[in-house]
T-cell receptor, first 120, second 110 residues
């Protein structure tokens, strides 16, 4: 199946600094990528939808100025957590939808391995 | 984000037993229903995908959807220790956006 890669897998940063997480579709073009956040024992919560070449669409309650998303190409989206604080510590997961099979179908969505962020 | 209810209580079963998981939802806008398996500290892996009421089988896995009751289920037959993981239900509400349940941690005891 299609592969989505995230980097880094683990990151520890100091409070107040910014950290960038990359999401790459390795063997397919992804017109749309999604960023989720998962706190321990909680469900994955969609943060934003990222479309190549346009501004991301954020879900209600997600601060767009704090979580900067860039989708510069059909294979790369980045999430930057700015001025990170301990409450931002979480598991961040991206997913990508396979180009040419859009619409509302969920079976063409592939998830990355996730990135653990710890803010100290 | 749309709400999906999944009782997150852990579930322990002996090897060979049938695992039964379910989710409920209230929003009729959900059209596609999925079950994902997630191992500890890993991304979710798609197990089953359905879009209509009824049953869908894939090997030891059966996904069941009842749109009139807004209820979906996943059954795992002949469970194996390797099936031990967290199982998440997910529903699509348009443009590939997914709403997830909290997940059920399943432990299959050898």
């Amino acid at each position: 199946g299609a592969v989505v890669s995230q980097h880094p897998s683990w990151v520890i940063c100091k409070s107040g600094t910014s950290v960038k997480i990359e999401c790459r579709s390795l063997d397919f073009q992804a017109t749309t990528m999604f960023w989720y956040r998962q706190f321990p024992k909680q469900s994955l919560m969609l943060m934003a939808t990222s479309n190549e070449g346009s501004k991301a669409t954020y879900e209600q309650g997600v601060e767009k100025d704090k979580f900067l998303i860039n989708h510069a190409s059909l294979t790369l989206s980045t999430l930057t957590v700015t001025s990170a604080h301990p409450e931002d510590s979480s598991f961040y997961i991206c997913s990508a939808s396979l180009r040419g099979k859009g619409g509302s179908q969920g079976n063409t969505i592939y998830f990355g391995e996730g990135s653990w962020l710890t803010v100290v | 984000q749309k709400e999906v209810e999944q009782d997150p209580g852990p579930l322990s079963v002996p090897e060979g037993a049938i695992v039964s998981l379910n989710c409920t939802y209230s929003n009729s806008a959900f059209q596609y229903f999925m079950w994902y398996r997630q191992y500890s500290r890993k991304g979710p892996e798609l197990l089953m995908y359905t879009y209509s009421s009824g049953n869908k089988e894939d090997g030891r896995f059966t996904a069941q959807v009842d749109k009139s009751s807004k209820y979906i289920s996943l059954f795992i037959r002949d469970s194996q220790p390797s099936d031990s993981a967290t199982y998440l239900c997910a529903m699509s509400y348009g443009n590939n956006r997914l709403a997830f349940g909290k997940g059920n941690q399943v432990v299959v005891i050898p």
